[in-house]
Each structure stands twice: as C-alpha cells, then as structure tokens.
C-alpha cells in the first residue's frame, strides 16, 4: 500500500432511559429492539409494543466492513437522543431527519475499533425505549491505495482519454470493487470498465467522449474488502472536461499526419515511421504525456546503446503515445526522410516545426491512428484501450 492509514479511532453511543419501574428492552440480532410484555397487557404496554428502534449494522455484530455509515431509525416513534463517541470521549457528528425518525452518521467508522451503541425514541404517548450493544469493525490485512488517471490536477483532456484505477495491493474479489466505482457524465454517455489485471481497471465510453462533456468519478473503495483481508485505503473523486476532438491520422504507405479537429482537417506534417525491423505499431493511440526536451535511449527497450541500432540522443518536443516508447517528436535529421520511406525506430519523425506545433495543440487525451504496418498495437501498451471491440470491452467488467 501507499501509506499506513492511522485508523480513526470513534465509539458511536446513543443513551437514554427507560420508565420508571421498567426493565431494559431487549436487543435482537438485527439491531431492532422492542419492549418485553408486561402483566397486564395495558394499553400503554402495547402503545410500547408499537415502538421499535432499528441500528444498522446490527448490534452485536464484529468484523463489519465500514463502506457505510452508521443509522439508527425508529418504527412507532420519534429519536429523542442519538450520541455518538469516540473511544476518547469525542462525539462524531451525525444528521436527525426533520421528522427525528432517522439518523445518520456523518462520518465512517475506523477500522479495528469497537463501538458502543445506545439510541433513545419515544412513542406517540411520551414512553422511552432504549437500545444499546457494540459494532465491532474488520481489521484488515493491510490497506490498498487506489490511485487513478486522470490525477486531480488534470481537468481538461481529449476525446480518448480512459479512466484508469491503480491499485497496489492485489483485488481478488474484482465485483465487491467495481460496485463502488461511479462514473456519472453529463451528457450521459455509455461506457464500461475493464480489468487489465488484479492491480489495474479502465473506464471507455463506447465511442470517444464527445467535446464539452464533464466527467465526474467517485471511487468509494473505503470499508470494502477487496479480497483475501485487504481493504480500500481510502475514498477518492475526480472531475475532468473533455475538450475538442483533436485525431491526428496516418497511414503508412502515405506517410503524411493529417490533423483533424472535430472532424475537419487543419494541418498535414510530412512523417516517417518504424524502419522494418522496428515498425510502428497500427492503431488507436491516446497521448500519454509531454516533454518539452525527453532522452531517446534505446536501452529502455532492450537495445544496448552501443549496438549497431543502439542510441542516446536528446530530442525536442516529445508526445508519449505507447509505454513501449513510441513517440511523435523532433526528428531533424530525418527531415528528408518525412513523407518518403520510413527510418525511425518505430516513432513517428517530424519536423521540428511540426513537432512543436503538435506539442503546443495536442495534450493527453487526443488520440492519434495509425494504419498500414502490419503489426497491431496491444491494448495494454499505454492506453490502447480504443483497440478491443465493445464487446470484449464489456466483457472484461466483473459484473457482466
């Protein structure tokens, strides 16, 4: 996990008293409590019998998940007192229904704690009931941090941009997570996750996302046991507006990179791809990241500098498209190569101009098609999410 969650230590009590003269109500195992019977059977008694004070999660109960909060409501009655405390003495605040039939804790419980539990309710007629027991909550394995693309920082990106969930702890029970994984989009819009692995789950819309849509993400993975005793760190939530549709197309038996923006073309740069040997991969890219000055170093995939393809070399103005090191950037020395035959070790060479231009206009999101190689890019490299059908895109989700 990231960090070690310091677990938030509270008590949740609810005190009261019951009529003088009158025994304490007993407790069931779901958290309801009723008045025992009393000689007589007077109508008091059975107004009594009509009150009935609900806590969930039930009392009594150890090991609970605290994905939700604590409530207490009341059948037959209204909540005349609901106190809630940590271990120390603090109280945890918590929101009474105008109607005082419900309450709700603001907050959720620690994990590893014990919580002592009492809530007080009056019948129509001015007679107390009391509930009261304990809430023990799980204590896990350890914790699992969910941290996600795109970070909080980036608000604006292009119509291709997936949402991706890193987790760095193993999720074994996949569906348990991904029912508290919300994507709300205005418009709405159709979309999917899928998981790449135990450690890794996407979020496409069906098509790209279209220009001017805001996306919200709630990842409410706290008090959620995602397999084998580990649990969900924390909660987070993430907005993001999606700008113009910007796609940058080539093919490679024509070598020029055709800029397009909301379906109109607005720019053509001369390229050269992959040399055979070190094609360029076809397919629907996204870009990564930028860098205004980035080391091409061959090593980074396998290549010793010092090998006849082997190189170290600063260039300007570099698009990531692929974690395999695919790039759009400077390539001055092959300019007289652009738009002719391919020379570059599986990038795509421009300009310097160009280069910067693209640099200067695209940013992570904008999406970038490549055809005619012959070799495909796989979906995992980078964010080739745009490379599976719908279809078995939907069919990586754990709850299809």
């Known amino acids: 996990m990231r960090c070690a969650l310091a677990a938030v230590a509270l008590a949740l009590t609810v005190t009261g008293c019951t009529p003088s003269g009158a025994g304490s109500s007993p407790t069931d195992s779901t958290g309801t409590t009723s008045p025992g019977s009393s000689a007589g059977g007077s109508s008091s008694s059975a107004a009594l ?145 899928n998981w790449l692995s135990d450690r890794e789950v996407h979020y496409r819309p069906r098509e790209f996302w279209p220009p001017g849509t805001h996306v919200e993400v709630d990842v ?62 076809s397919g629907t890219y996204v870009v990564m990241d930028q860098h205004a000055e980035y080391t091409m170093d061959s090593s980074s995939y396998g290549v010793p500098i010092d090998d006849a393809e082997g190189y170290r070399i600063e260039v300007e103005y570099a698009s990531r498209l692929s974690n395999t090191g695919i790039f759009v950037h400077a390539a001055p020395w092959s300019v007289p190569d652009q738009g002719v035959r391919n020379v570059s070790h599986g990038c795509l060479n421009v300009s310097t101009a160009d280069a910067q231009w693209f640099y200067e206009n695209f940013g992570r999101g904008d999406v970038v098609e490549v055809s005619g190689t012959g070799v495909p890019l796989a979906s995992t490299d980078g964010f080739g999410d745009w490379n599976i059908s719908w279809a078995d895109w939907r069919a990586g989700s754990a709850l299809t």
């Not at 007679?127 to 970070?151: Q, R």
């Not at 987070?236 to 796609?247: A, C, S």
């Not at 390229?271 to 094609?279: D, F, N, Q, V």
Request: proline share 8%; aromatic share 8%; charged share 20%.
């Open 49 to 193: 019998e009509a009150v009935a004070i609900q806590v969930s999660p039930p009392l009594g109960i150890t090991g609970f998940a605290p994905q939700d909060p604590v409530t207490v409501r009341v059948d037959g009655g209204t909540l005349t007192e609901v106190t809630v405390l940590a271990p120390d003495g603090t109280p945890v605040a918590g929101v009474l229904s105008a109607d005082r039939t419900a309450w709700r804790a603001g907050e959720l419980l620690g994990y590893d704690r014990t919580y002592t539990v009492s809530a007080r309710a009056e019948n129509p007629g001015g007679n107390p009931m009391t509930a009261a027991g304990s809430i023990g909550t799980a204590s896990p394995v350890t914790l699992t941090y969910a941290s996600a693309f795109p970070h909080p920082d980036l608000t604006d990106v292009g119509v291709g941009q997936p949402i991706a969930l890193y987790f760095d702890e193993d999720v074994t029970d996949r569906a348990a997570v991904e029912r508290r994984l919300t994507v709300t989009s205005t418009p709405p819009v159709e979309g999917a996750w």
């Open 220 to 281: 409410s993975i706290y008090g959620v046991n995602v397999g084998n005793g580990i649990y969900g760190q924390e909660d987070r939530h993430l907005e993001f507006d999606v700008h113009d549709q910007l796609v940058a197309r080539v093919d490679s038996a024509e070598l020029a990179l055709r800029i397009y923006r909301n379906g109109t073309l607005i720019k053509t740069m001369p390229t050269a791809l992959g040399k055979p040997g070190y094609e360029t991969y």
